[in-house]
């Protein structure tokens, strides 16, 4: 994976990996998002804030495949690219831990990781009579999760209904981790766990960040968002309002932007 | 990237705080809870075990090979039912239809051979034939019209009931009138001092091959993972549909088969024969420890479940008590398989 990746510190010329422009979605007559431009640079947490209905979630549907904006423009790497289906963003690399977890909680650690895109044994075993490759699904889930620094969960064998609330959501975040090689979204991750998992989760994030994979963070919790991101894009009635970052603006001033109280 | 020092554990601390959470969760009682969830053909295999034991203590004929023999026969016909209905289970649905499917395809089977003069294996591929329509049907509503599998079944229950004594006109194919292959799997052969018959071999056949599709292939899994939450399944990139469609086609197979067993074994085909196996085929699978809530079983618990059915019925009649007590006693066991299903589900914090 794209190991040590520049520092988003700003001033020299960067590549965005995925970038937005001018995106509009609407439903109807009502219009979930009217022109949203958004960069996503190297080895950085982008959090996407706003109130309900603001276009938060419409945005990252367009960009992970959900939805189909009417009009604007998707690059990845500065590639245009078209997503009509989740599959389509998956095959560029962009990953994403849905709010409701998508993991299937009789399964094991390594089958939830593998779940969709299972491995089968070599030779003809594999492709006549189509044998999974349980033992290298599972010795893969554990370095994926080693690498994570999760690497007490040993045991991918367990169900993942046994685990908590922070666990399972790791596990989801080592899938998109070990399959996104581009770009991490995360939607709302933190919003049913304790304070305990939250940080176990968040820590993840950074973790993600550090190994140089962008991560595209949506989330109600500002104290989590103004912790973990390096830059926040706050949506506003389907637009972008702002984009700010933890250093230049306080929680205060984003909650007003983010309401219309203020601008940026 | 001041701010990791101001929240969340010290990366050091992390693991340590995993670790501890999860052993936290390995008190004796969830353990057994673990190992039941895990293997969930273990309660079944005790269950077996015990009546075995206790059957045998009570009557001396009952652990005769001629007896143990007796009673796989017994199962043949429910065990491949079962089989079929474990699968649509695992999905988290439920076939009424199994019974009725599996009779509509052996009254095609022996008409076509008997009064249609049809060779022996055309009128089996056009058993199979109507097996995987009546699936198709099946999966088709399920899937395209989002109807609950309990209605679409219950309806179509009731259809192919009709088609059949209507295409049959309530008549009863002898199995003396029909060509060799077809009672072929009612025929025994020779094993030492037993006779197994060539229906049981058939069944177990079936059991290995079906074990090895859900247990060791991506298909298998996507069908667990289709019952377990179909919405984490849709968004893990397993095309849901697809999945449930093709259940239902394997389950229309596996009746089709289902229709052989049961010609062999009744040495006849009749439309009136085993109105009952679908609740009976209900019963196998979850005696065997398959959730009815989908995504958790097995079919080795399937055939122990039927296993199980096929013992008590055996044993309490050679204990010389009336038929009723046998009801009485499946009944008993199936609110205690899906009490234990229940208990092993509230492993989830």
């Known amino acids: 994976m794209t190991a ?49 209905g603001a276009g938060k979630s419409t945005l990252i549907k367009c960009l992970t495949g959900a939805e189909v904006p009417d009009s604007g423009e998707l690059f990845v790497s500065g590639q245009p690219v078209h997503f009509k289906r989740p599959q389509d963003a998956r095959v560029h690399g962009i990953e994403t831990v849905y709010q409701n977890l998508a993991v299937s909680p009789a399964l094991d650690v390594a089958s939830n990781l593998f779940l969709g895109r299972e491995e089968r044994v070599a030779g003809p075993l594999g492709s006549i009579f189509r044998v999974l490759d349980t033992k290298g699904m599972r010795r893969k889930a554990k370095e994926e999760l080693t690498r994570l620094g999760i690497s007490t969960l040993q045991d991918v064998t367990v169900p993942v209904e046994n685990l908590s609330g922070g666990q399972r959501q790791a596990v989801a975040v080592a899938r998109a981790a070990a399959f996104g090689s581009k770009v991490v979204v995360l939607d709302e991750p933190t919003a049913a766990l304790g304070v305990r998992e939250s940080n176990q989760v968040l820590q993840l994030v950074r973790d993600l960040r550090d190994r140089g994979l962008p991560v595209i963070l949506i989330s109600h919790n500002m104290p989590h968002v103004f912790d973990v991101a390096d830059r926040i894009h706050i949506q506003r009635l389907g637009k972008c309002a702002a984009t700010i970052t933890p250093q230049s603006h306080t929680m205060t001033d984003a909650v007003a932007i983010m309401t219309g109280a203020a601008t940026a | 990237m001041t701010q990791q020092q101001t929240a969340g554990p010290p990366a050091a601390g992390k693991q340590t705080d995993l670790a501890e959470e999860f052993l936290d969760r390995r008190t004796p009682l969830s353990r057994i809870r673990n190992i039941l969830h895990r293997y969930p053909a273990v309660s079944p295999a005790l269950v077996l075990l015990i009546a075995v034991i206790v059957f045998g203590l009570l009557n001396d004929r009952f652990l005769r090979v001629e007896n143990l023999s007796l009673i796989t026969q017994q199962v043949s016909v429910v065990g491949i039912l079962a089989i079929a209905q474990t699968l649509i289970i695992l999905t988290a649905g439920i076939d009424l239809s199994v019974g009725a499917v599996m009779i509509l395809s052996s009254m095609v089977v022996a008409q076509l051979a008997v009064n249609n003069g049809l ?13 995987l329509a009546a699936g198709a049907l099946n999966g088709f509503l399920v899937t395209r019209f989002r109807l609950p599998p309990f209605i679409v079944t219950l309806g179509t229950l009731n259809i192919f009931i009709a088609v059949t004594l209507l295409y049959s006109n309530g008549a009863t194919v002898r199995g003396s009138a029909m060509p060799g292959l077809l009672t072929w799997t009612g025929s025994t052969f020779p094993v030492g001092p037993v006779r197994i018959s060539t229906g049981v071999v058939v069944m177990l056949l079936l059991y290995i091959a079906i074990a090895f599709i859900l247990g060791k292939t991506a298909w298998g899994r996507h069908v667990y993972a289709v019952g377990d939450d179909k919405e984490a399944a849709r968004l893990a990139g397993i095309a849901v549909n697809k999945v449930l469609m093709s259940v239902y086609l394997a389950a229309g197979a596996v009746l089709a088969i289902g229709a052989w067993i049961q010609i062999g074994r009744t040495n006849a085909a009749s439309p009136n024969a085993g109105v009952d196996l679908n609740l009976d085929s209900i019963t196998a699978v979850v005696i065997g420890g398959t959730s009815l809530f989908g995504g958790r079983g097995s079919v080795w618990g399937t055939l122990l479940g039927a296993l ?30 899906v009490s234990i299903d229940q208990w092993i589900r509230k492993v989830k914090s």
Do not use: C, H, M, W
């Open chain 1, 4 to 52: 040590s990746q520049l520092e988003p510190t700003g001033t020299e010329v960067r590549q965005p990996i995925l970038q937005a422009r001018n995106l509009v979605k609407t439903f109807g007559r009502v219009v979930g998002l009217d022109g949203v431009s958004l960069d996503l640079y190297p080895g950085e947490v982008l959090a996407i804030i706003g109130d309900n």
């Open chain 2, 119 to 131: 060779p022996a294996p055309v009128a089996l591929l056009a058993g199979l034939i109507v097996g």
């Open chain 2, 308 to 337: 199980i059915v096929g013992v008590f019925r055996n044993g309490l009649s050679l204990a010389g008590l009336d038929v009723l007590y046998q009801t009485l006693a499946v009944g008993v066991l199936i609110i205690l398989a």
